[in-house]
């Protein structure tokens, strides 16, 4: 760790993710964890830079011990006048000694509009009407008078064999706004409502809007969620964004235009002074104005070149159009019912457009603008008092969304995928944009600019070392790094290489795009030299075998900035998009396939807590704070659709359920809900099904199948080896569980797990005998998928001959589910792709995933075993 500071038992110390200060004046929001019982709900924090300097500081907490002690807590700093430097010391001190003054940011809560006022721009924000921000004031300007979400949607209808199609424009229609925090170094106000279709008044599209302010900051940061509710047959969204209204001021040539590009910036002026006869000093003041100067004239003096300038064509719109990952066009237009002429093209935008006059203006920027193409950015009007400036999430330039299934029918036995019925539907899936504002007091410089689009990109966090998240065991079991012998560096090796060669395929295959990026692909194809992204439940991983789990532990181990990102668009993608927000699916995910929401499988585990509590802990997102408060009574959504239909009919019992992956989600929706809020009824049911496996005949060992009461959380003894056993444990269930022994203070619980990693690997006629013959060894397949649970076990008894088969397992017995040590990439033949690439023939998603994850807590459990497999 480059940060130099000493760390005595009551501090953490902290730095910047990437270890880069943020380019501009910024704030930041993250996570602390702390050992059982070391913070009590009493003590305060200050935040301390390397040079002993105090910086104010928002605390508050996020989880909770069994004990009552703080598990986790976060933390709010403003770096209004630049980052104090790369290192920090978050101290626990005395309650109302923790900030030292300085700016604070104030909300007024009223019967009408909220205000917050940061010291820097003050923001009003309305309660109802159809825009999410009123007027954002910086000194006497006001520089935004308006933003509103707005879109198209393209009906499509068949009436007598005849197609027809017509374009709506949709607006934002406000349902309420809530102050969320209020200071003083961060506040948050949480706007919620639908759009209204203008011609009709259809209301349509539920979106929340999360608008962030801290002290002493001329910035905004917007977080941006909707959900589809439409019928992907009928309704096409054509268009999607947030826009803008931007006074404007003093002459046209005093107006200007910035659109970013891939590193460097279009720079030009609604009536630029570039003419056919521009010549001398007017050309030096051409110069000027593109760099962003007031220009001043003389009447007398510059009369001539003033009426060159009037004869000039006035360009009143520009846009930046990224139509796919690799590819964007900027145009612009002098006027409505004229053509957009091309300015510019380039690969890779930034994301980042301004739009000002005399006395300032506003600069966007949209994250991951080229990665989730197809976007823009839209500057409107710049020769009006008033421009409007536009981010959109999805380019009205693009075709309209196309969310249908890819086909009339299932392929189950050719596909993989995971149910005879159709069950594609995207409603109720939903998607998340992050946006930043900046209020500018003039046309920022390139250097400035630069800065605003590497924090927009990139927003500024501070983190702890992975001791300190290792240490206080927060999070379940995992190991730090460990290269103290060759076998051991190779599989750090083998390790770093595999998440190394997921974000090089994500560049590879272009895994980019509205409602992809995030993902990565499940298996692949050595004949195509491509992942079978055509194959049913071969395309999309869609968290299956818990990939998520896998780079969270990657980047706690690391702190690696590489891995927390891409961890950070998994997160993202994988709880928004599939997932279910609303709708009769609410609460489950759709399993792995061609779309992400195509599988008729629809299933707890794929959107459960336990995926996303890395990153909310981390950084204390509100966005997936909600997810996870969402999700936990998910099991009632088991009475409308029984994971089990298709094998077992109805019966006597409300539902059914597994005792992995159904249980053991529920497990990981429960136990986050008691950790965030203190909720004993989601301990105590948690704890019910606990007390119904041990009364089973053989505890964890039986079923895995159980009928199920959602109403008390009882599951139901309904046989033994009635499903595959190893999908109790390779969907997280390991890792929620063996943490939960952790937890709970109950030492039969903990028996159980272990019981249950030494029974897997046993002989069928050894599993016969230990149960009588109740258990003959069916089914309990992919033993390598065992691994953390055996390690356990291993641990526990003190047992070092199971032991030395879990590490032979991963190690020494080669299949589809092991990863050779070492390894690496091969070029494919010339011709046999659409272009170079290289390859591992034998990479498989749900290996890579699985692996890593159990050679990781392996190494935490038994690792002083390893020399002896």
Not at 87 to 95: D, M, Q, S, V, Y
Not at 272 to 284: A, C
Not at 634 to 661: C, I, N, V, W
Request: negative net charge; charged residues 25%; glycine residues 10%.
């Amino acid at each position: 760790m480059t940060n130099s500071i000493q760390a005595p038992a009551t501090t953490v110390p902290l730095r910047w993710l990437g270890g880069e200060l943020p380019a501009c004046a910024a704030g930041t929001t993250w996570g602390v964890p702390w050992a059982k019982g070391a913070l009590s709900r009493e003590d305060a924090f200050a935040l301390r830079a390397a040079d002993g300097g105090a910086v104010p500081v928002q605390s508050w907490p996020t989880a909770y011990w069994p004990d009552g002690s703080v598990k986790w807590t976060a933390h709010a700093a403003s770096f209004a006048g630049g980052a104090a430097g790369a290192g920090f010391a978050l101290e626990r001190t005395t309650a109302g000694s923790a900030n030292p003054g300085g700016a604070t940011v104030s909300v007024t809560d009223g019967d009408g509009d909220i205000e917050v006022d940061t010291g820097a721009i003050r923001c009003r924000i309305p309660r109802t009407g159809s825009s999410i921000i009123r007027d954002i004031v910086r000194g006497e300007e006001r520089i935004c008078s308006g933003a509103k979400l707005v879109g198209i949607r393209e009906a499509r209808r068949t009436d007598g064999g005849v197609n027809t199609t017509a374009e709506e424009p949709f607006v934002s229609e406000v349902a309420g706004a809530k102050v969320e925090q209020a200071g003083p170094v961060r506040a948050v106000v949480k706007v919620t409502g639908r759009h209204r279709v203008e011609a009709g008044g259809r209301k349509w599209l539920p979106f929340v809007v999360r608008l962030y302010f801290y002290a002493g900051l001329e910035s905004v940061r917007v977080v941006h969620t909707f959900t589809y509710d439409g019928n992907p047959h009928q309704d096409y969204i054509k268009g999607l964004g947030v826009s803008f209204s931007v006074p404007l001021r003093g002459p046209l040539y005093n107006r200007h235009v910035r659109l970013a590009g891939d590193d460097g910036w279009f720079a030009e002026s609604p009536k630029g002074l570039e003419t056919f006869r521009t010549r001398d000093r007017y050309q030096e003041l051409y110069r000027r104005q593109t760099a962003g100067e007031r220009i001043a004239f003389d009447e007398a003096q510059d009369a001539d070149f003033l009426k060159l300038i009037d004869d000039s064509p006035v360009w009143n719109g520009f846009k930046l159009v990224q139509h796919t990952a690799d590819s964007y066009t900027v145009l612009k237009r002098t006027k409505e019912g004229c053509s957009w002429i091309r300015a510019a093209v380039g690969r890779r935008a930034g994301g980042f457009a301004y739009a000002g006059g005399e006395g300032g203006g506003l600069a966007v920027g949209l994250r991951h603008f080229w990665q989730k193409a197809p976007t823009a950015l839209e500057a409107e009007a710049m020769s009006a008092n008033e421009a409007s400036l536009t981010a959109w999430l999805w380019s009205p330039d693009a075709p309209a969304m196309d969310l249908r299934h890819y086909d009339t029918e299932t392929h189950v036995l050719s596909c993989y995928e995971g149910a005879d019925e159709m069950r594609s539907t995207p409603y109720g899936i939903a998607n998340t944009n992050e946006l930043t504002l900046w209020c500018c007091e003039s046309t920022p410089d390139l250097s400035a600019l630069d800065a605003y689009a590497s924090v927009k990109e990139s927003p500024p966090l501070l983190i702890a070392d992975p001791e300190t998240y290792h240490g206080t065991k927060t999070l379940g079991v995992w190991s730090l790094p460990d290269r103290g012998t060759p076998l051991k560096a190779k599989l750090e090796d083998a390790l770093d290489g595999l998440v190394a060669f997921y974000m090089e395929e994500v560049e590879q295959r272009g895994w980019y795009g509205f409602w992809d990026y995030g993902d990565v692909m499940h298996s692949y194809d050595t004949v195509r030299h491509t992942w079978r992204y055509d194959i049913g439940g071969c395309a999309w991983q869609n968290t299956e075998l818990a990939p998520n789990m896998w780079l969270w532990y990657m980047f706690l181990r690391s702190g690696r900035e590489d891995v927390f990102r891409f961890a950070e668009a998994m997160t993202r993608h994988t709880s928004e998009v599939d997932a279910y927000h609303i709708g009769e699916y609410a609460g489950l995910g759709s399993r792995h396939n061609v779309l992400h929401w195509g599988c008729g499988c629809k299933e707890a585990r794929i959107a459960m807590a336990g995926l996303h509590r890395y990153y909310y802990y981390l950084t204390a997102d509100e966005r997936i704070g909600d997810l996870m408060d969402a999700v936990k009574d998910a099991d009632f959504a088991l009475l409308g659709l029984d994971p089990m239909r298709a094998y077992y009919p109805k019966d006597e019992f409300p539902t059914h359920a597994r005792s992995g992956p159904d249980w053991a989600a529920f497990c990981s929706n429960w136990l986050t809900q008691w950790e965030r809020h203190e909720d004993t009824a989601y301990r105590d049911k948690m704890l019910v099904g606990i007390e119904c496996l041990k009364k089973m005949p053989h505890r964890l060992l039986t079923g895995p199948v159980f009928g199920y009461d959602p109403k008390t959380g009882e599951m139901h003894y309904f046989g033994d080896e009635n499903y595959g056993h190893h999908l109790i444990i390779c969907m997280g269930g390991a890792q929620i569980w063996t943490e939960l022994a952790g937890l709970i203070d109950d030492p039969e619980w903990a028996d159980m797990v272990a019981e249950f990693g030494a029974f897997y690997t046993l002989p069928a006629e050894e599993k016969a005998r230990r149960t009588n013959g109740a258990i003959r060894g069916k089914d309990w397949n992919i033993p390598m998928l065992a691994t953390t649970m055996m390690a356990f076990a291993a641990a526990h008894r003190g047992d070092r001959e199971l032991a030395r088969e879990t590490w032979s397992l991963l190690l020494e017995q080669f299949t589809h589910w092991t990863v050779p040590l070492p390894f690496e990439t091969t070029p494919v033949p010339r011709g046999e792709y659409v272009r170079n690439i290289q390859e591992l023939p034998w990479i498989s998603t749900n290996t890579a995933s699985q692996w890593s994850i159990n050679v990781i807590v392996c190494m935490a459990l038994i690792g002083d075993q390893l020399e002896e497999a």
